[in-house]
C-alpha cells in the first residue's frame, strides 16, 4: 500500500528531526567558551542541563495536545448545534479516564537513560553514540521474556546476536580509532561506550513499563509525550541543585568538578551566543522527534520505524564525518551493517518483505505492526 502524503511527511520529520537532535547535542559539547568568574576557556560540558532541556522539548508537546483537542471540541460543538432539531443526536464521546501518574515511572527511567547518555556523548563521537543505541534491543528482549511473558522467536534471538557481533566491532573501532576526538583519552571512550550501554539497559526497563501500564490505555501521542516530559523536566530541575554540589572526578567538565554547574553553563552561552542556538536546536528537534516516531509507529508500523532510526543513525554518521568531528575507521562499517542486520531480523523486516512479494497479502498489516518488545501492540518507547 502506498504512502499518504501525511505519512510521508511523518518519516521525514522523524528523519530529519532525529538527526538534528544528536547533531546538535553534539555540536554544543564541541564549543568551548570562558567560564564564570574569570575562569579559562573550557568544553561546554553540562549534560544534566541538557537533559533538562530535552524534557523541556517534549514537554512542549502538552500544549499542542490541549490545543488540538480543543479545536476538536469546537468542531462537536457546531456540529451538534447544527444538528440540534433532530432527534437522537449522538453526543460526543466523552474522553478516557486517564491518570497521568501512570507515566510517572516510565519517566524516571527516561530521566535516567537520558542524563547518563548524554554524559557519555561527552566522551565518544555521535556516530558511535548512535550506533551503540542499537543494543536496546538486546534488553529489551530478555525483560520482554522476563516481565511481559513473551516468547522471541528465532528472528528475534538471531537479531540480538547479529547486535551483539554488530556492538562488538563499533567497540573495538573505538578501541583502535579513538573516534572521541581531541580532549579525550582511551579510558574516557571506554566509560563513554560502556554509559551508553547502561543507559539502553535504563530505557527498555522504561520500554517495558510503557507496554505494561499505558500504551493499553491508547494515549495520544502528544499527551505521552508531553506528560513524560512534564514529570523528567521539573524533577530534573529541581535535581540541578543538589548536583551543584556532588564532585564527579573525571566525569565532570567543569572547573568546580561537579556532577553539573548551571551558573558556569549560563556564563559560557554569554560568551559564546552559538551555544544557545545548539540547545535550542536539540530543544526543538526532541519534541518532534518524539511525536513523528509513536505517529509512524502507529500509522505504518514498528518495522518502518526501526528502518527510518537506522537511517538517522547512517545520517548522524556520514554529517560527523563531513564535519570532521571525528574519524573514519573501517570496523565501523560491518559493525553499522551488523547493527542494522540485526535491528531489521528482530523488528521483522524479512516478513514485511516476504509479506510485500506475495500478492493480496492481508494479514501482512498486523505481523508488520510487531512491536519493539515482540508483542502485537505498539511498543514504540517515548525517548531521542
Given at each position: 500500500?502506498?504512502?499518504?502524503?501525511?505519512?510521508?511527511?511523518?518519516?521525514?520529520?522523524?528523519?530529519?528531526?532525529?538527526?538534528?537532535?544528536?547533531?546538535?547535542?553534539?555540536?554544543?559539547?564541541?564549543?568551548?567558551?570562558?567560564?564564570?568568574?574569570?575562569?579559562?576557556?573550557?568544553?561546554?560540558?553540562?549534560?544534566?542541563?541538557?537533559?533538562?532541556?530535552?524534557?523541556?522539548?517534549?514537554?512542549?508537546?502538552?500544549?499542542?495536545?490541549?490545543?488540538?483537542?480543543?479545536?476538536?471540541?469546537?468542531?462537536?460543538?457546531?456540529?451538534?448545534?447544527?444538528?440540534?432539531?433532530?432527534?437522537?443526536?449522538?453526543?460526543?464521546?466523552?474522553?478516557?479516564?486517564?491518570?497521568?501518574?501512570?507515566?510517572?515511572?516510565?519517566?524516571?527511567?527516561?530521566?535516567?537513560?537520558?542524563?547518563?547518555?548524554?554524559?557519555?556523548?561527552?566522551?565518544?563521537?555521535?556516530?558511535?553514540?548512535?550506533?551503540?543505541?542499537?543494543?536496546?534491543?538486546?534488553?529489551?528482549?530478555?525483560?520482554?521474556?522476563?516481565?511481559?511473558?513473551?516468547?522471541?522467536?528465532?528472528?528475534?534471538?538471531?537479531?540480538?546476536?547479529?547486535?551483539?557481533?554488530?556492538?562488538?566491532?563499533?567497540?573495538?573501532?573505538?578501541?583502535?580509532?579513538?573516534?572521541?576526538?581531541?580532549?579525550?583519552?582511551?579510558?574516557?571512550?571506554?566509560?563513554?561506550?560502556?554509559?551508553?550501554?547502561?543507559?539502553?539497559?535504563?530505557?527498555?526497563?522504561?520500554?517495558?513499563?510503557?507496554?505494561?501500564?499505558?500504551?493499553?490505555?491508547?494515549?495520544?501521542?502528544?499527551?505521552?509525550?508531553?506528560?513524560?516530559?512534564?514529570?523528567?523536566?521539573?524533577?530534573?530541575?529541581?535535581?540541578?541543585?543538589?548536583?551543584?554540589?556532588?564532585?564527579?572526578?573525571?566525569?565532570?567538565?567543569?572547573?568546580?568538578?561537579?556532577?553539573?554547574?548551571?551558573?558556569?553553563?549560563?556564563?559560557?552561552?554569554?560568551?559564546?551566543?552559538?551555544?544557545?542556538?545548539?540547545?535550542?536546536?536539540?530543544?526543538?528537534?526532541?519534541?518532534?522527534?518524539n511525536f513523528a516516531g509513536i505517529s509512524v509507529t502507529r500509522e505504518l508500523s514498528a518495522t518502518t520505524r526501526t528502518v527510518l532510526d537506522s537511517l538517522r543513525t547512517l545520517l548522524v554518521w556520514a554529517?560527523?564525518?563531513?564535519?570532521?568531528?571525528?574519524?573514519?575507521?573501517?570496523?565501523?562499517?560491518?559493525?553499522?551493517?551488523?547493527?542494522?542486520?540485526?535491528?531489521?531480523?528482530?523488528?521483522?523486516?524479512?516478513?514485511?518483505?516476504?509479506?510485500?512479494?506475495?500478492?493480496?497479502?492481508?494479514?501482512?498489516?498486523?505481523?508488520?505492526?510487531?512491536?519493539?518488545?515482540?508483542?502485537?501492540?505498539?511498543?514504540?518507547?517515548?525517548?531521542?
Amino acid at each position: 500500500m502506498a504512502w499518504s502524503r501525511y505519512q510521508l511527511g511523518l518519516a521525514a520529520l522523524m528523519l530529519l528531526t532525529g538527526s538534528i537532535n544528536t547533531l546538535a547535542a553534539k555540536w554544543a559539547d564541541n564549543f568551548s567558551a570562558p567560564g564564570c568568574d574569570g575562569t579559562e576557556e573550557h568544553k561546554f560540558q553540562h549534560p544534566f542541563l541538557q537533559a533538562a532541556g530535552m524534557f523541556l522539548g517534549e514537554f512542549s508537546c502538552l500544549p499542542v495536545f490541549y490545543l488540538l483537542l480543543l479545536r476538536d471540541r469546537r468542531r462537536a460543538d457546531r456540529d451538534r448545534d447544527r444538528h440540534r432539531d433532530r432527534d437522537g443526536d449522538p453526543a460526543p464521546a466523552p474522553s478516557r479516564p486517564f491518570n497521568a501518574l501512570l507515566f510517572l515511572p516510565p519517566a524516571l527511567c527516561d530521566m535516567a537513560g537520558t542524563s547518563i547518555m548524554y554524559v557519555a556523548l561527552n566522551m565518544t563521537s555521535a556516530s558511535s553514540f548512535q550506533m551503540l543505541r542499537g543494543s536496546l534491543i538486546i534488553f529489551t528482549g530478555l525483560l520482554s521474556v522476563a516481565f511481559l511473558g513473551r516468547r522471541l522467536e528465532w528472528s528475534h534471538w538471531a537479531g540480538i546476536v547479529l547486535t551483539i557481533l554488530g556492538l562488538a566491532l563499533v567497540g573495538m573501532a573505538d578501541l583502535r580509532g579513538n573516534p572521541g576526538g581531541a580532549g579525550h583519552g582511551l579510558a574516557d571512550v571506554i566509560t563513554g561506550d560502556l554509559l551508553i550501554l547502561l543507559a539502553q539497559a535504563i530505557v527498555s526497563i522504561q520500554m517495558v513499563l510503557e507496554e505494561k501500564f499505558i500504551f493499553s490505555h491508547d494515549v495520544h501521542p502528544l499527551r505521552a509525550v508531553g506528560t513524560e516530559g512534564l514529570f523528567g523536566f521539573s524533577i530534573l530541575a529541581l535535581l540541578l541543585v543538589p548536583l551543584s554540589f556532588i564532585p564527579a572526578g573525571r566525569l565532570s567538565g567543569n572547573p568546580r568538578g561537579v556532577l553539573e554547574d548551571p551558573a558556569d553553563a549560563w556564563c559560557q552561552i554569554r560568551r559564546e551566543p552559538l551555544i544557545l542556538a545548539a540547545l535550542l536546536g536539540n530543544v526543538g528537534s526532541i519534541s518532534f522527534f518524539n511525536f513523528a516516531g509513536i505517529s509512524v509507529t502507529r500509522e505504518l508500523s514498528a518495522t518502518t520505524r526501526t528502518v527510518l532510526d537506522s537511517l538517522r543513525t547512517l545520517l548522524v554518521w556520514a554529517l560527523s564525518l563531513a564535519l570532521r568531528w571525528e574519524r573514519f575507521h573501517a570496523l565501523q562499517i560491518p559493525g553499522f551493517a551488523l547493527l542494522l542486520a540485526g535491528a531489521a531480523l528482530y523488528n521483522g523486516l524479512h516478513r514485511a518483505l516476504r509479506s510485500a512479494g506475495n500478492a493480496g497479502g492481508s494479514g501482512s498489516d498486523s505481523q508488520e505492526r510487531e512491536a519493539l518488545l515482540g508483542g502485537d501492540g505498539d511498543g514504540g518507547n517515548i525517548q531521542g
